[in-house]
């Protein structure tokens, strides 16, 4: 089977094609199904996204509004400071709101941990939780000069760290998740032997992530994946997951160290509204390349996947 290359480059933060000629959608000569669409892949994401995505109404004047998400996450917000286009607003809005801390999900919602260090590089980032919070009034967005305050309990991610800072999170052309540090008043504790949480006091809606950078000792190597032919960086996408890691994930758009035991994992759309997906355990080596095949790739529902991705030791 012709394949088709889709080489990590450390620069761009994306795959790049080892070809440039287009790729025509149908069956191939083994008869396996044709590669979705990038319509098709972004579509189930988002469903898988929307799966997650949790919603309170509540008054913006009250006082205050304690918001506690089903992982015990709680966002507090302060009444009487939400405006609309520099308006103040009163009556009902609507808060929401979305965490992630397992590499399942964040697998199928496409948002990996990786962070940008300051000479722009890309390197794997360790999460204490991703999060995503909105405030809106019938559909149309708000500000909250007041900022608003958010409480993670260590515990969804092993435990206290005190190595934790604050990402923010933006989409970037490729459609993939990149956290950039951030200079939110972040602070990591506990008081009077209470559970330990990592607090941060937000003045902008949007995503959010208690972070620290994978610490990386030795050599560093780009990764080469090479992929069946018709599935490019619009229609499927390759993570890389690291044992005894399960609060992270990334993508193949930075380096990684020689010697690194990791699972290479592909993943797509499948005909039937699901996930297809392979997964490969390798020990990186200098300048290495992989092969997926059509053959090994299988099919899977969301939660099938999350689960499958979640269970990796």
Known sequence: ????????????????????????????????????????????????LENITQEFTFDANAPITNYTSAKGVVVSI?????????IPVTGNVDLEFIELFDRGNMLVTNKATMG???????????????????????????????????????????GLDTDMTSFSGTIDAAGNMVWNSSQTEFWAGGENNQEPFYNAFLQDFGWFNCDKFASFDGPMTDIQVFVPEGYTEANSNIFIAIPG????????????????????????????GGFAYAIKTVTLTADASYSFTSDEIEEVTTAELIALINALP
Do not use: H
């Not at 302060?78 to 520099?86: D, E, I, L, P, R």
């Not at 980032?125 to 405030?135: A, H, K, R």
């Not at 399960?246 to 039937?272: H, K, M, R, W």
């Open 245 to 272: 890691e399960p609060n992270t994930l990334g993508y193949l758009s930075g380096q990684f160290p020689v010697g690194l035991e990791c699972y290479l994992i592909f993943v797509t759309a499948n005909a039937d």
């Open 116 to 158: 940008v260090l300051p000479g722009g590089e890309q390197r794997l980032l360790i999460s204490g939780g991703e999060f995503y919070i909105n405030v809106t009034q019938n559909g149309e967005q708000l500000e909250l000069p007041c900022g608003f305050q958010l409480t993670v309990p260590a515990s969804l991610s092993g």
């Open 1 to 48: 089977m012709k394949k088709t290359c889709l080489a990590a480059l450390v620069l761009l933060g994306l795959f790049s094609s080892c070809e440039t000629t287009e790729t025509t959608w149908s069956p191939d000569e083994t008869n396996n199904p044709a590669p979705p669409t990038a319509q098709q892949f972004a579509a189930l994401q988002n469903q898988a």
């Open 78 to 86: 302060y009444g009487g400071c939400f405006t609309k286009n520099g």
